[in-house]
């Protein structure tokens, strides 16, 4: 199994994966029936989740049913009992949406769907498309920005970040979660490397254009915003982390006032 899953991230375009994986994740999950986990996202129950991984596969990471990995999982929980996101549907941008969240997140947005607005640049799933380096809508149009796991793939990251900034109202909030080594002092980045395996080898993913440290709070900052890194996986306890399979990931919460 963890082969196979390497091979269709490794092979098959990311679109082509994002239409195919609801249905035949879901099979290969009839082989992990069981109790020993449970997805906070959908509230299934496995033995453990499945493999995931472009080079080296995580154990117990995917869930069958939804496809949340370790880190939506971890994201779902802190959204749903850390913000008023459910109480008061802000109006949301949803930059590259997870499957897994976007389905959850939508009926939350049943009586008002204009204000769940999902952006990616090319899934088919996603409402509008675009770069995000340069974002066509009005300044101070949301008052909450989700964007996860992307970052790392862009260009030009503190563009990026200036249009997610433009975007956000006054006293608004948002996460921006990326992939940070804590124990590497600065981020390194290198555009040079194009060669999908030298990115591979360096940045641990083709196409991946840098490996975020622990100043990434500070890069969040140098776009405007005011950013708190959140350690919530250490407020649940052990037995919440084991059973729902959490990462040690910190929560980046921004703020622009």
Same mark, same amino acid.
């Given at each position: 199994?963890? &082969?196979?899953?390497?091979?269709?991230?490794?092979?098959?375009?990311?679109?082509?994966?994002?239409?195919?994986?609801?249905?035949?994740?879901?099979?290969?999950?009839?082989?992990?029936?069981?109790?020993?986990? =449970? /997805?906070?996202? /959908?509230?299934?129950?496995?033995? &453990?989740?499945?493999?995931?991984?472009?080079?080296?596969?995580?154990?117990?990471? $995917?869930?069958?049913?939804?496809?949340? $990995? *370790?880190?939506?999982? +971890?994201?779902? +929980?802190?959204? !749903?009992?850390?913000?008023?996101?459910?109480?008061?549907?802000?109006?949301?941008?949803?930059?590259?949406? =997870?499957?897994?969240?976007?389905?959850? $997140?939508?009926?939350?947005?049943?009586?008002?769907?204009?204000?769940?607005?999902?952006?990616?640049?090319?899934?088919?799933?996603?409402? +509008?498309?675009?770069?995000?380096?340069?974002?066509?809508?009005?300044?101070?149009?949301?008052?909450?920005?989700? /964007?996860?796991?992307? +970052?790392?793939?862009?260009?030009?990251?503190?563009?990026?970040?200036?249009?997610?900034?433009?975007?956000?109202?006054?006293?608004?909030?948002?996460?921006?979660?990326?992939?940070?080594?804590?124990?590497?002092?600065?981020?390194?980045?290198?555009? !040079?490397? !194009?060669?999908?395996? =030298?990115?591979?080898?360096?940045?641990?993913?083709?196409?991946?254009?840098?490996?975020?440290?622990?100043?990434?709070?500070?890069?969040?900052?140098?776009?405007?915003?005011?950013?708190?890194?959140?350690?919530?996986?250490?407020?649940?306890? *052990? &037995?919440?982390?084991?059973?729902?399979?959490?990462?040690?990931?910190?929560?980046?919460?921004?703020?622009?006032?």
């Amino acid at each position: 199994m963890r &082969r196979l899953i390497r091979l269709a991230l490794n092979r098959i375009p990311r679109p082509v994966l994002q239409r195919l994986a609801g249905w035949v994740v879901p099979l290969a999950g009839l082989f992990y029936r069981g109790r020993g986990v =449970e /997805c906070p996202v /959908c509230g299934a129950h496995y033995r &453990r989740f499945l493999p995931y991984g472009y080079v080296a596969s995580r154990p117990n990471a $995917l869930c069958p049913r939804c496809l949340a $990995l *370790e880190r939506h999982r +971890l994201l779902w +929980l802190y959204l !749903t009992r850390e913000t008023d996101l459910a109480a008061t549907r802000p109006r949301t941008l949803h930059i590259a949406p =997870e499957v897994c969240l976007m389905r959850h $997140l939508r009926p939350l947005f049943a009586a008002a769907p204009e204000r769940y607005v999902t952006a990616d640049l090319e899934s088919p799933l996603a409402d +509008l498309h675009f770069d995000v380096q340069r974002i066509p809508l009005d300044d101070a149009s949301f008052d909450a920005v989700i /964007c996860n796991h992307l +970052l790392e793939h862009v260009a030009d990251d503190r563009q990026a970040l200036r249009e997610l900034h433009r975007v956000l109202r006054p006293g608004g909030w948002g996460i921006l979660l990326s992939p940070v080594e804590r124990d590497r002092e600065r981020t390194y980045e290198d555009d !040079t490397i !194009t060669d999908p395996d =030298e990115r591979t080898r360096i940045f641990g993913q083709y196409d991946h254009r840098r490996i975020y440290g622990a100043d990434y709070a500070d890069r969040l900052r140098e776009a405007g915003f005011e950013a708190v890194d959140i350690d919530y996986a250490a407020s649940l306890t *052990e &037995r919440q982390r084991r059973l729902y399979a959490l990462p040690e990931d910190h929560i980046y919460v921004v703020y622009k006032r």
